[in-house]
């Protein structure tokens, strides 16, 4: 049963400090279910209460090909998950800043082309080169996915540069403390500065009140393990 979730618009008086920076959302995984009843629906939640930029996109990233059914199935989820009316005006734009790309997640051709698919859009969209991917993968994907990223070049920004590179790893962060310690291990070549935060279970309702913080704070730290449900 879906939550019906009803948010004010914003008044934006200068800069909405709450509103985060143009960015990709890059979602691992994005065939499941959680982005589908909970990551889309969240984000269009934002987008209905003006807490989201207008430079954003999310792509989904997944190993079956769903060129042509992704966007569609989203769009079912923002309805049945997040309430939605079917008439709402400014779906159709939110939708056409979903987008699918399709690859195997040990597949280095694979990563090449989305690391050049991503800078096409900062071309197209104004997303700035920022980045925030979240991996909502089974585990055992987490360190090869990271691994890729760096070894493509989309895992962090340069000192100086003016854009920023975010992961979100989904819970479980290893099954007991020595799979946790390995797993830092694995990812922490790619991300030489670490904050972390604990793993956090919020409710369909809540999580869109959240997620417009949770962005903002990731703009500021330097590596995210946090864990949703």
Request: charged fraction near 30%; proline fraction near 4%; glycine fraction near 8%.
């Amino acid at each position: 049963m879906g939550v019906t979730t009803t948010l004010r618009p914003v008044e934006h008086r200068g800069k909405d400090k709450r509103v985060p920076e143009p960015c990709i959302f890059v979602v691992f995984g994005a065939s499941g279910d959680l982005t589908k009843r909970k990551l889309l629906p969240a984000l269009f939640h934002l987008r209905q209460a003006g807490l989201l930029s207008e430079e954003f996109a999310v792509v989904g990233v997944a190993r079956r090909d769903l060129s042509e059914t992704f966007v569609p199935d989203m769009k079912n989820g923002i309805f049945k998950g997040g309430g939605v009316a079917e008439t709402d005006p400014r779906l159709d734009s939110f939708l056409d800043r979903v987008k699918y790309f399709q690859t195997n997640f040990d597949d280095d051709d694979g990563f090449e082309r989305l690391k050049h698919y991503l800078a096409e859009l900062d071309e197209e969209l104004g997303t700035r080169g920022n980045r925030l991917f979240y991996l909502a993968v089974a585990p055992e994907y987490f360190a090869d996915i990271i691994a890729r990223r760096g070894a493509h070049g989309m895992a962090q920004s340069g000192e100086e540069a003016d854009n920023w590179v975010r992961v979100v790893i989904e819970k479980p962060f290893g099954t007991d403390i020595a799979s946790a310690k390995k797993l830092n291990d694995d990812v922490m070549p790619s991300f030489p500065r670490i904050r972390y935060f604990g793993s956090i279970t919020i409710s369909a309702k809540k999580r869109c009140r959240t997620f417009c913080s949770f962005v903002s704070a990731m703009e500021s730290s330097s590596r995210f393990g946090i864990g949703t449900t």
